[in-house]
């Protein structure tokens, strides 16, 4: 008998054990159903934070650096008041990256407040405006969906125009187009040149679509005297992207005028920062969904030992007959081993056919899906709990005494 033929019996056998303790097999299984639903809905529940944060980290730039006078983590008590003591980006630090950088394809400086914005009598009180430059959609990736962005003679003479976010231009004008219309940000009254396109929110707290861009040098003389700057760098090449980096900082010590011995006073943030925070969350998240599910599992695998060591006592004539008619060890073994398999992916099964509507569920929070993956990873740990758990019951079965089983009652 080869292995293959070994392999279908088994499973001939183990279908009819199963069915013949349909009660005993559905209550062994509920271990490993809370398991596998727990597997299940972690997986899941990861996948969708990871795609929910690298979809909104990604409007970051993976190729932009932005010079800021504060890291944006790892911040201490002490690492905070050092930098509050930094001394702030201006404008002329742009203009001179700008000069002389030779690895970076765009530089925008930006400044923002929060301002009222008001069109006729439709207003919202919290508005995101930024004042910066026409290089800010290179260096930011935005685009326009309608009208056209900040030219550069708007940004040098500072002329009173912007353009606005899509939740900016529903809230204000509805359904109608804003072009050439006039709101006031503050005090101060805008011509809309333009209207971004859709970008959504930066990790579900901050509105991209929520945000009104002027020229800088109008942001200036309208409502922040001298501010401390943001610059956005985007690299020229992202196989160069070290490379670049190197160059701001070098370039930007210099510009600061600062000697060899002092450190810098500005910081060089990147989205791999964010990103490396994430997967460290991520991590614990992970580390403490698998510990859990873990007990679930262990709870579910002894269960499965359990009943497997009464269905060996209860076969044991039956496996003293197979052993005398010249079955042999591996085929023993293969045979339980198959039956615990079978009992746990059924059990994979049922969990997958309950996880699925609570993913449905999640949907709602998360853009969360069951992929393929998830599911095919849920049935082969259900597969592998039950090998790991029915193999000490079969090996037993497969060691037995044919004439000590055949006396057995």
């Known amino acids: 008998m080869n292995f293959l033929t070994e392999i279908r019996e088994g499973f001939g056998i183990s279908w009819d054990a199963i069915r013949a303790n349909k009660m005993r097999s559905v209550l062994t299984t509920l271990g490993i159903v809370i398991g596998i639903v727990t597997v299940t809905l972690m997986g899941t529940a990861i996948e969708g934070l990871n795609r929910a944060f690298l979809r909104s980290i990604s409007t970051l730039g993976a190729d932009v650096f932005y010079v800021q006078r504060f890291n944006w983590i790892n911040r201490t008590e002490g690492e905070w008041l050092k930098m509050q003591k930094r001394r702030p980006i201006r404008l002329a630090d742009a203009e001179a990256l700008a000069r002389q950088l030779t690895l970076a394809a765009a530089v925008a400086p930006s400044a923002d407040a929060v301002l009222p914005v008001k069109y006729r009598n439709r207003s919202a009180s919290t508005v995101y405006v930024v004042g910066t430059t026409e290089e800010f959609p290179n260096a930011g990736g935005i685009g326009v969906q309608e009208g056209r962005f900040l030219s550069a003679a708007d940004a040098a003479g500072g002329r009173p125009v912007c353009v606005i976010g899509i939740d900016v ?134 269960g499965i030992m359990n009943i497997m060591f009464v269905s060996v006592a209860e076969r044991t004539r039956e496996i003293g007959i197979r052993k005398a008619i010249g079955a042999k060890r591996r085929t023993i073994l293969l045979q339980f081993l198959t039956e615990a398999g079978c009992i746990c992916v059924l059990g994979g099964c049922i969990a997958l056919a309950i996880a699925w509507p609570l993913t449905l569920v999640m949907q709602r929070f998360l853009p969360a899906t069951m992929s393929l993956k998830i599911a095919g990873l849920a049935l082969a740990v259900s597969l592998v709990t039950g090998l790991v758990s029915g193999f000490l019951p079969a090996w037993r079965a497969a060691r037995m005494n044919p004439v000590d089983a055949l006396r057995s009652e």
């Open 169 to 302: 231009a529903t809230n204000l004008f509805h359904n109608a187009s804003p072009l050439g219309h006039r709101i006031k940000i503050g005090p101060q009254p805008f011509e809309v040149i333009g209207v971004l396109e859709k970008q959504g929110s930066f990790l579900g707290v901050f509105s991209l679509d929520n945000r009104v861009i002027i020229p800088l040098q109008q942001f200036i003389t309208s409502f922040r005297y001298d501010p401390d700057l943001q610059i956005q760098v985007k690299a020229r090449d992202l196989v160069q992207l070290e490379e670049a980096r190197e160059e701001l900082r070098h370039v930007m010590r210099r510009v600061r005028r600062l000697s060899p011995n002092q450190t810098d006073d500005f910081a060089i943030n990147q989205q791999d920062q964010f990103v490396e925070m994430f997967n460290k969350v991520a991590g614990t998240i992970a580390g403490i969904g698998l510990f859990i599910t873990g007990l679930s599992l262990f709870v579910g695998g002894i």
